[in-house]
């Protein structure tokens, strides 16, 4: 099978820097900001991140073994959500927050595929804080690889297939001293 290129959209930038400043700073403080117990290989570890899973009432999500009850939206990331609703027309509904403290925090290679983000999982992905690489690998040919360089500010949309034939992983780098944040925007489903 000739395996789709994945869909995934960069725009660089999409925060100004006063805006991007501004969130990176209110949720790094205002988020009550946990270590997520995840299954690996059949052990239960420490995720090598910190986390926060926000959203409506009513989207549960289950990941990596764990299912997590979502916080309310605190008000920056209520206004957040609005905009990329109306911008990409996605009934956004919860958010993964992923805190890396530096970089030897980061996230394997997984895909966002849970049952209830549907068969066409749409995700929009902003990234504040320090720069980190962020890897695609095609599942059947992990040799085939595309990255970026995720920016403060950065706005990465994955859409289409991409969750079917592709994994990401953000690897670890030991340059990197400064923190960041992820924000993966989702549509849960529930039950
Ligand atoms: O931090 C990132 O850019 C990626 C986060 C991620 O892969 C996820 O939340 O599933």
């Not at 959203?55 to 073994?65: E, K, L, M, N």
């Not at 068969?119 to 929009?124: D, E, G, N, S």
């Amino acid at each position: 099978m000739v395996v789709p290129d994945p869909d995934v959209l960069l725009e660089r930038g999409w925060l100004p820097p006063e805006a991007a400043d501004r969130l990176f700073a209110a949720l790094l403080q205002g988020l009550p900001w946990s270590v997520h117990r995840i299954r690996m290989f059949g052990r239960w570890v420490d995720s090598p991140r910190l986390s926060c899973w926000l959203g409506d009432p009513g989207t549960d999500y289950a990941y990596s073994g764990g299912r997590f009850e979502p916080l309310p939206w605190p008000p920056a990331l209520a206004e957040l959500r609005e905009r990329l609703v109306l911008k990409l027309e996605a009934p956004f509904n919860s958010a993964l927050a992923n805190l890396y403290r530096n970089g030897n925090d980061y996230v394997g290679w997984h895909r966002d595929n849970e049952r209830e983000l549907g068969p066409h999982p749409f995700i929009a992905s902003i990234s504040l804080g320090a720069t980190r690489r962020f890897v695609l690998r095609a599942n059947d040919e992990p040799e085939r690889q595309q990255e970026w360089s995720l920016e403060h500010g950065d706005l990465l949309v994955m859409a289409g297939s991409t969750q079917q034939h592709w994994k990401h992983a953000l690897p670890k780098s030991a340059k990197v001293k400064q923190p960041r944040i992820n924000l993966t925007f989702r549509v849960v489903r529930p039950d």
